[in-house]
């Protein structure tokens, strides 16, 4: 009973913050257009992307952890798709729904460095999903004047504080079917670090 009153509250101070962001997109358009994206970005720096404007239905995983399910109530009280599994347990079945609803025309999004790292170290879900579907890989990251450090948490996670500055920034669309996925994935992991240190 608690998790779910938790989330709602959650995901409507994310919304709430939200209104207060001011908000700077930068960096190339995604393309092409016409077919799907996989946003990808690094744990602890996701809660600025909510900003991030979403024209088509956005399909996330979550673990199926404890804390997995929160996340996914908070993310499913956020307008997300949901899917749970992850690299560590029930994996391939929710990649596979993702899979389906990136045909179906969602976009995806990924926190690549995940379940619980290494930290910036892509993994292959992200990849695995753009590779079966025909998606780009889409690099993102945000930042923010002023945050909120969860210490405690394992990718130090940042929270922008209200009426802080919020710059979400894109690399270039990444090709998987051109390039393979061995090259899409350390082209990943190259673009978000140089994001990260921008």
Excluded at 5 to 31: C, D, S
Aim: charged share 20%; net charge positive; glycine share 8%.
């Amino acid at each position: 009973m608690l998790a779910p009153l938790l989330a709602f509250f959650a995901a409507l101070l994310i919304r709430l913050l939200k209104l207060t962001w001011r908000v700077r997109i930068v960096g190339p358009v995604p393309e092409p257009a016409d077919r799907p994206l996989v946003f990808c970005f690094w744990h602890g720096r996701q809660a600025g992307l909510f900003a991030y404007p979403r024209p088509r239905p956005l399909a996330v995983l979550s673990s199926l952890s404890r804390d997995g399910e929160l996340q996914a109530k908070i993310l499913s009280w956020l307008g997300l798709t949901v899917f749970r599994g992850s690299s560590s347990r029930g994996g391939a079945a929710g990649l596979k729904a993702l899979v389906g609803a990136l045909r179906d025309g969602a976009d995806a999004a990924f926190a690549v460095d995940g379940p619980r790292g290494p930290l910036h170290r892509v993994k292959p879900g992200a990849v695995l999903a753009a590779q079966q579907s025909g998606a780009s890989l889409v690099p993102i990251t945000a930042r923010a004047s002023r945050v909120w450090v969860f210490d405690k948490a394992w990718d130090k996670y940042q929270l922008p504080k209200p009426f802080a500055r919020v710059e979400i920034v894109r690399g270039t669309s990444i090709p998987v079917d051109r390039i393979g996925a061995d090259s899409a994935k350390d082209e990943l992991e190259r673009t978000l670090t140089a994001l990260a240190a921008a």
